[in-house]
C-alpha cells in the first residue's frame, strides 16, 4: 500500500532537511513546496520527494499542492526581518499560517505539524517570539474550531551538521583576531540536536495523544552562552579572550551589527535572548526519545573541514 504523503513548508532548510531524511526512511511519500527549486535541486536525489516550486502565500497555488496530502508541516520561520515584504516576522510567520490554516481547513487536510519556538509568546520580550506566539496560538485555536489536528514544537537553539547557531559562532571564532566580544553571556540555553527535534515530529504524526499538544523541546543540560561559545572556541581550537559584554555594550553592538551583511545580531535578537530558553519539565516522555547532548555530537561537524562537511552532513541524514 503508498505511504501517506507529507506536505512540508520550509522543508529545503536546516531542520526540514533532517525530518525529510527521517520521512523518506519510514517509507513516506515528501512533498516540499519550495520559492527556489533549482537551489535544493541536491534534494531530487530521493525518488519519494517532490519538490515543487510555489508560492506559498498564494491561497490558491497553495491549496492546488494540498489535495493528494495527509500532513502539513509548517516550518516556515525567520530570526530577521528584512526589507521585503515577504520577510517580516508578521507576514513569514502569523499571515503564512493563517493562509495555511485556510487552505489546511479548505482542502480537507485533517492533520498539521506547526514549528513553533521556546518562549514564543504574543506578549514575548521581541518581535520574533510574539509573531512565533500569535501563529502558534491561532492555529490551534483554528485547528479545533475546524476539525483538523494540530500539535506545535518549542524548541530551545537547535544544533547539528549545518546549523546557524554554532557553526555561525565557530566562523566568528575563527575570523576574529585575538579578543571575541561576546553580547548576552550569562544568558541560559539548553540546545537540542536537530535530529531529536526531527524525531518528535515524525512520532507525533499519528499519535493521537499529541494532538492539540504544543511541546517545549530542550537538550538534556542548560548552558550559558558564555559556556556554549567557549566550548565551541575549545574544539575548534582557537584562543580567544572572549569578553563579557554588559548590557550596554550588547544594545549598542546589536545596534551596528543589524546593519552588516547578514544581520549577525540585531536589536531583536538581543530582546530574545532576555528570556532563558530552557525548558521547566523533563522532555516529553511520550517522544521516547533521551535528547544527545552537544558534546556528544559537535565537534564531529565543527572540527570537520569546510569541504567534508557537505560529505559529514550527508551521511549523517542517511
Ligand atoms: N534553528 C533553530 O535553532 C530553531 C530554534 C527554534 C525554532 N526554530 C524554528 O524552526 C523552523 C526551521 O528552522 P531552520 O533552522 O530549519 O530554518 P532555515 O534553515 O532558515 O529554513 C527555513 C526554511 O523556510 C523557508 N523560508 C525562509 N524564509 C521564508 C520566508 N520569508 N517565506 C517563506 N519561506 C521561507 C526556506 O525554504 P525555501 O527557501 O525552500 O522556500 C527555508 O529553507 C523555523 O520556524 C524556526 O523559527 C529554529
Known amino acids: 500500500m503508498q505511504q501517506a504523503q507529507i506536505c512540508i513548508l520550509g522543508g529545503t532548510g536546516f531542520v526540514g532537511r533532517t525530518i525529510v531524511s527521517q520521512l523518506l526512511k519510514k517509507g513516506y511519500r515528501v512533498l516540499i513546496l519550495t520559492r527556489h527549486r533549482e537551489r535544493h535541486r541536491d534534494l531530487l536525489v530521493y525518488p519519494s520527494l517532490s519538490l515543487i516550486e510555489a508560492d506559498i502565500y498564494d491561497p490558491d497555488q497553495l491549496k492546488r499542492n494540498l489535495h493528494d496530502t495527509s500532513v502539513v508541516i509548517n516550518l516556515v520561520g525567520i530570526l530577521n526581518e528584512a526589507r ?3 520577510q517580516s516576522f508578521q507576514q513569514a510567520h502569523v499571515e503564512l499560517t493563517k493562509t495555511t490554516a485556510e487552505a489546511v481547513a479548505e482542502v480537507g487536510v485533517t492533520r498539521l505539524l506547526h514549528m513553533s519556538a521556546s518562549n514564543a509568546d504574543p506578549s514575548g520580550p521581541s518581535q520574533y517570539l510574539r509573531s512565533k506566539g500569535m501563529a502558534e496560538n491561532f492555529i490551534l485555536e483554528h485547528g479545533r474550531k475546524n476539525g483538523y489536528a494540530v500539535t506545535s514544537f518549542r524548541p530551545s ?3 547539528g551538521a549545518g546549523d546557524s547557531f554554532t557553526n555561525r559562532f565557530a566562523q566568528l571564532l575563527r575570523s ?4 571575541f566580544p561576546l553580547a548576552c553571556p550569562d544568558s541560559r540555553l539548553q540546545p537540542i540536536y536537530v535530529n531529536d527535534v526531527a524525531r ?3 512520532a507525533a504524526l499519528f499519535d493521537e495523544r499529541t494532538y492539540g499538544q504544543r511541546y517545549d523541546l530542550c537538550g538534556p543540560r542548560v548552558y550559558t552562552l558564555y559556556e556554549i561559545v567557549s566550548y565551541i572556541a575549545q574544539v575548534i581550537g582557537v584562543k580567544r579572550h572572549i569578553i563579557r559584554l554588559a548590557d550596554w555594550q550588547a544594545k549598542l553592538q546589536a545596534s551596528a551589527l543589524q546593519w552588516f551583511p ?3 545580531f540585531t536589536p531583536d535578537n538581543y530582546q530574545s535572548l532576555q528570556v532563558p530558553s530552557v525548558c521547566s519539565e523533563p522532555f516529553p516522555s511520550i517522544f521516547g526519545i533521551d535528547p544527545r ?3 556528544d555530537l559537535a565537534a564531529s561537524y565543527l572540527q570537520a573541514a569546510p569541504d567534508k562537511l557537505d560529505t559529514l552532513r550527508k551521511s549523517i541524514l542517511q
Open 200 to 202: 518528535c515530529f515524525v
Open 293 to 295: 547532548p552537544m558534546e
Open 176 to 179: 576574529i583576531p585575538l579578543v
Open 157 to 159: 537553539v537547535i544544533f
Open 262 to 264: 547578514g544581520k549577525p
Open 84 to 86: 521585503n515584504k515577504r
